[in-house]
């Protein structure tokens, strides 16, 4: 059995500690608290992954290195840096692969589906922190000192996400109540779910091939808030949504008083045009075909405290 050291407990973290131990790997899973799945094959160690010496002895032997990490959204500029050096330092030092699950922030506003070939051009602070990730990952990469690769998702589905369908929207639906959306509801839009991003993660891991550039996981074809919302309210047999859009002025005013509100101001771009990702290049690599909405979306209403109709 292989030794897989995987950093974060989130969705796609835990995701991946039970996609590798249900193949027979063992997974040493790390976290702050040493929380996680419980599985006869994770090993849950309590550690902090900024302490590069302590990672580095976590990593001997180990034959990847899962990058699943999320600190909170508005400390990214802050926790992100010596995080990232720490897992640099134990890829090079135990070498392990460098497999790190990431986004799109890094391309910024475009007008077209995203491709992995596309120039990273952020215009906001956590993009500019997620590209200098990769660039130093890449460099590392390409100068021999370590081996790695990325895998980036939009807005996740799937037990645990906290997106804003999951965190604004789906609740509400579920609960008949009124829903309002910082963004166009008809704009068409990528999801990702959270299964199908740590497939890709641990596929890209493991192949050789795959090291040394960025994949996107593969993803259903986009769809607006409107009609995901719609399939979330026929699926859990609740009344048709009722959607309206947030004023700018609202969210502007909502993050003078949550960090959090206030980091998703530079990213609302996202919602305003359509964004869609074009994952056919890890489809034809690995073989992984996007999981269909609905059973993302029946995970996702049975993961969400609603009051069951």
């Not at 990730?133 to 000192?145: E, F, P, S, T, V």
């Not at 309002?180 to 704009?187: F, H, I, N």
């Not at 497939?199 to 769809?223: F, K, M």
Request: charged content about 20%; overall charge neutral; proline content about 9%.
């Amino acid at each position: 059995m292989s030794l897989h050291v995987v950093v974060g407990a989130g969705p796609v973290g835990s995701a991946v500690a039970r996609l590798l131990a249900g193949r027979g790997d063992r997974v040493r899973l790390v976290t702050r608290r040493g929380s996680g799945p419980e599985h006869p094959a994770i090993e849950r160690v309590a550690a902090d992954a900024t302490d590069a010496e302590r990672l580095e002895h976590l990593t001997a032997g180990a034959v990847a290195l899962h990058n699943c990490a999320n600190p909170a959204y508005y400390r990214w500029p802050v926790d992100w840096p010596p995080l990232a050096a720490a897992l640099l330092h134990a890829a090079e030092r135990s070498g392990p692969v460098l497999a790190t699950v990431s986004n799109l922030y890094g391309y910024g506003p475009v007008d077209r589906p995203m491709t992995e070939d596309m120039p990273l051009r952020p215009n906001s602070v956590k993009g500019r922190v997620r590209v200098e990730m990769w660039q130093d990952a890449l460099a590392a990469h390409q100068a021999g000192r370590i081996r790695a690769t990325e895998v980036r998702g939009s807005d996740y589905l799937g037990a645990g996400a906290q997106t804003t369908l999951n965190v604004l929207v789906i609740p509400r639906v579920l609960a008949g109540r009124r829903a309002t959306v910082p963004g166009d509801l008809d704009a068409p839009h990528s999801w990702t779910y959270v299964g199908d991003a740590a497939r890709t993660l641990v596929a890209a891991a493991d192949d050789e091939g795959a090291w040394g550039r960025a994949w996107h996981v593969p993803s259903a074809p986009p769809a607006s808030i409107r009609q995901v919302a719609t399939r979330v309210a026929e699926l859990a047999g609740a009344p048709a949504p009722r959607l309206s859009r947030m004023p700018a002025p609202v969210l502007w005013l909502g993050g003078l008083f949550d960090p959090t509100v206030r980091e998703l101001r530079e990213v609302s771009y996202q919602f305003d045009r359509p964004f869609r990702l074009d994952s056919s290049a890890a489809t034809a690599r690995f073989g992984i075909e996007p999981t269909p909405y609905d059973d993302a979306l029946r995970e996702t209403i049975a993961a969400t405290p609603h009051d069951k109709r």
